[in-house]
């Protein structure tokens, strides 16, 4: 259904839910005091449905208890964690909550910028050093935990291993919202605390990440539980590693340093300390006990960081799958004796899929940012001359580092790219030039769409387009997005990491949408569902009206409360 008739079902919707599910609170009990969001990092759905037979904790309960959307997936093209997190945290797309990608170029330093980067506030360490400042300055939207916060009273904990993800849920402020810095701690920032909280600090100190070190990860199951090889041409473990378990946290020189935190952030370990944090969260807060409802947000990225690295058919994949279902469990189990079953709802999504190792699939294969930039110099060159140098960065000092060679690129984000200062000036005023770039692009042999960004906007007005270019409209945001867009073919990776995501295939697009606990109707549901929906379904689950942007109360899920216990 096209987005704007969806906004407005979804708007009739948001209101009918607000004015039934009092009625339903009167009959079953209060609403309940604790909405969660879990996001599992690159987790695709067939990595449930494969393992399923094995599961006996968290993940089994959500699909045996839970309201499974079976024909989850995302509608845009950049399937990244910032623009993932952010859908999933406020209900709306990237063309309007702005969180396009996980960095894009910024005209005004000429030079690439977080999604979450914020030069108006600092970071704060809990454990080891850290720089630099993050916040939800460019979130264009409020989130859920925005609007749990301000009308219903609530707390506000998002704790992930990764910035953008943690940020993504909680929105502008929250009471805890923590990730970890690949420095040797978590950290947060001036833009949710002045101070490290205490709580926090004596988690930290009574559970060193250093205490992993030296801890082997092998096979949870016997072998014959996982499918396909071990030990995978192509695959790019992290130093210290091989391609085959089992895999030792620890250094040649007998001490934890970078190489060991980013073994950790890749093992099943970081996922179960994350759990941990949680369930202190909870008990030091006492999350979904007071008289407001709460908000917790726990993004797990380890399967995510791991995939890049090992891909999706690997072993160590599966194996971080079925630790999860574990760690997964022991969690609801700590909030069903700490906050009551019948007391929280959750929902549980990813941010985004996977592609396969491209040299393993069928017709696949990689094009580099080089292979663009050639391309797009090729066909300008013939119009304006040899490429112009790069300008000077406008902080650089008189003998900084020699410049970029020069190029009509400027920057590349993946699917993005950002020409050089005056370029695309030019090109609106020469249409053949245009369309020689354009050309030029699409003869590439990853590329099947090249897309002027002009003509991506306002999203509203792309319902009808092709499909590409309909999804290559959700995502784009003047003054954020690439001047030109291009669409890679199907299992076609523009990275050299083994695998990789962020494109409009069914692999990176097709996510989990499931909710569980209070007042959900469980049972397994076919018709189409976003990530999107997400925020507005848990806003009607928990009686809070939430505004329908993009995404849409899921009806489905939608029962009369359970009764607290």
Not at 331 to 342: A, M, P, Q, S
Not at 530 to 557: F, H, M, N, S
Request: net charge neutral.
């Amino acid at each position: 259904m096209p987005i704007l008739r969806r906004s407005v079902l979804a708007a009739v919707l948001v209101l009918a839910a607000s004015v039934i599910a009092p009625a339903a609170a009167a009959q079953g009990g209060p609403p309940p005091r604790l909405v969660v969001i879990v996001v599992v990092d690159q987790l695709r759905p067939d990595y449930l449905e494969r393992h399923r037979t094995h599961f006996t904790g968290g993940l089994r309960r959500l699909l045996d208890e839970g309201a499974v959307f079976e024909n989850g997936a995302y509608p845009y093209l950049n399937t990244v964690t910032c623009a993932g997190h952010a859908t999933i945290g406020t209900g709306a797309l990237p063309f309007r909550h702005g969180m396009i990608l996980n960095t894009w170029y910024d005209r005004a330093s000429r030079a690439p910028t977080s999604c979450t980067d914020d030069p108006e506030v600092k970071n704060l360490s809990y454990a080891g050093l850290t720089a630099g400042g993050h916040s939800a300055r460019r979130l264009l939207v409020p989130t859920l935990a925005d609007r749990l916060r301000t009308q219903a009273r609530g707390q506000v904990v998002a704790l992930s291993l990764k910035a953008r993800a943690a940020i993504g849920l909680a929105g502008q402020s929250g009471n805890a919202v923590l990730w970890f810095d690949e420095r040797g701690g978590f950290s947060t920032s001036t833009a949710y605390t002045r101070r490290p909280t205490p709580f926090l600090q004596r988690f930290f100190e009574q559970n060193p990440i250093t205490a992993d070190y030296g801890r082997t990860w092998d096979r949870l199951l016997d072998r014959n539980a996982y499918t396909g090889e071990d030990d995978m041409e192509f695959e790019r473990p992290p130093a210290g590693w091989s391609r085959t378990f089992p895999h030792q946290l620890g250094t040649p020189d007998g001490k934890p340093d970078d190489a060991f935190y980013t073994q950790w952030t890749r093992s099943p370990f970081a996922d179960e300390y994350l759990a941990r944090m949680a369930a202190h969260a909870v008990d030091s807060l006492r999350l979904g006990q007071g008289r407001g409802t709460d908000f917790l947000g726990v993004s797990f990225s380890t399967l995510d960081m791991a995939g890049h690295g090992f891909g999706p058919e690997s072993h160590e994949v599966q194996d971080l799958v079925l630790r999860f279902d574990r760690t997964l469990g022991g969690f609801l189990d700590h909030l069903d004796r700490t906050v009551g079953k019948g007391n929280y709802v959750l929902g549980f999504s990813s941010d985004h899929g996977v592609s396969g190792i491209p040299e393993h699939t069928e017709g696949g294969g990689r094009l580099t940012s080089a292979d663009i930039r050639a391309a797009v110099d090729r066909a300008l060159e013939p119009f304006f001359g040899p490429p112009p140098a790069p300008a000077p960065k406008p902080d650089a000092p008189p003998a900084a580092a020699p410049a970029a060679r020069a190029s009509y690129l400027a920057y590349s984000a993946y699917t993005d790219l950002y020409l050089s200062d005056g370029t695309m000036e030019r090109l609106r005023r020469e249409p053949k030039a245009l369309a020689a770039v354009l050309d030029a692009l699409r003869e590439l042999p990853g590329i099947t769409h090249a897309l002027n960004g002009d003509e991506l906007i306002p999203a509203e007005a792309r319902e009808d387009a092709d499909p590409a270019t309909r999804a290559a409209a959700l995502n784009y945001h003047p003054g954020r997005s690439g001047d030109l867009v291009v669409v890679p073919r199907i299992n076609w990776i523009l990275s050299t990491a083994a695998a990789t995501h962020g494109t409009l295939h069914p692999y990176d697009q097709r996510v989990p949408v499931i909710f569980y606990g209070a007042g959900v109707a469980a049972g397994r549901y076919s018709r189409e569902a976003t990530p999107a929906d997400i925020a507005p379904t848990l806003g009607a689950l928990a009686r809070l009206p939430v505004p329908a942007i993009d995404g849409r109360v899921l009806t489905d899920a939608v029962a009369v409360a359970a009764p607290a216990k």
